[in-house]
């Protein structure tokens, strides 16, 4: 096994990537824009419906009394005037602004090193770190879908590494689906497996985990 850092080819493809990026750029923008239409919506109405007050803001009328005040510079007291329906309205956006940045982070972070047995994953927010050789090693798989798929049904089920730090509960999941391919290169599996299996004993509890490894090897002799 090799102590060089060893970048996994996780993650989305090229195109898949630009897909994401523009999807997730797109709902951002819905979202921004629920935002600030109903603000400015208002600000409008307000101009048009408005009682013609014609002082801009208190400063200008700070020598009337304040019964004389226009309503609107009474109300606010100066200056603090209350938000209208239209701000809270526009707060059912910030769900679609946060969503689109996740897209865009996730997308365009995900990755995956193998430092001798060490292995980093990268999300669209934090990087994980798990020591494979120690760690309880699980088969996954995770749901998939192309871009071109026209139906969730076809959509795929990609098989995973789940290694999970028996010390602190850290968890990581490592695809082994490369970027556009079908699975990881074989090189990339074997080094994966031979992480897993560095100075675990063989049997016992190890048992699933020399299991899982041997799977890994077998598909780098004959990917998909």
């Keep these: 096994m090799t102590n060089q850092d060893l970048r996994l080819s996780v993650g989305a493809s090229p195109g898949q990537r630009t897909m994401a990026v523009l999807f997730g750029v797109f709902i951002a923008a819905v979202g921004a824009a629920f935002v600030v239409l109903p603000l400015i919506a208002a600000g ?110 076809a959509g795929q089920r990609v098989p995973t590494i789940i290694a999970t730090d028996q010390e602190n509960g850290r968890r990581v999941t490592i695809p082994l689906r490369g970027m556009g391919l079908g699975s990881l290169p074989p090189s990339e599996l074997r080094a994966l497996a031979d992480a897993i299996t560095t100075g675990r004993p063989v049997g016992g509890r190890d048992g699933d985990a020399h299991a899982v490894a041997n799977q890994l090897r077998r598909l780098a002799e004959q990917p998909r």
């Design 44 to 153: 409008l109405l307000d101009r048009l419906t408005g009682p013609g007050d014609p002082f801009a803001s208190y400063e200008e009328a700070r020598d009337l009394p304040p019964g004389m005040l226009p309503p609107a510079l009474q109300d606010s007291g100066g200056g603090g005037g209350e938000s209208g329906p239209g701000a809270f309205i526009g707060l059912c956006g910030l769900p679609f602004v946060v969503l689109g940045i996740y897209l865009v982070l996730r997308v365009l972070r995900t990755a995956a090193w193998l430092d001798g047995s060490r292995a980093r994953v990268r999300g669209a927010l934090r990087t994980r770190s798990v020591d494979l050789a120690t760690a309880r090693i699980d088969a996954g798989a995770v749901s998939y879908r192309d871009a071109g798929d026209d139906y969730p049904a």
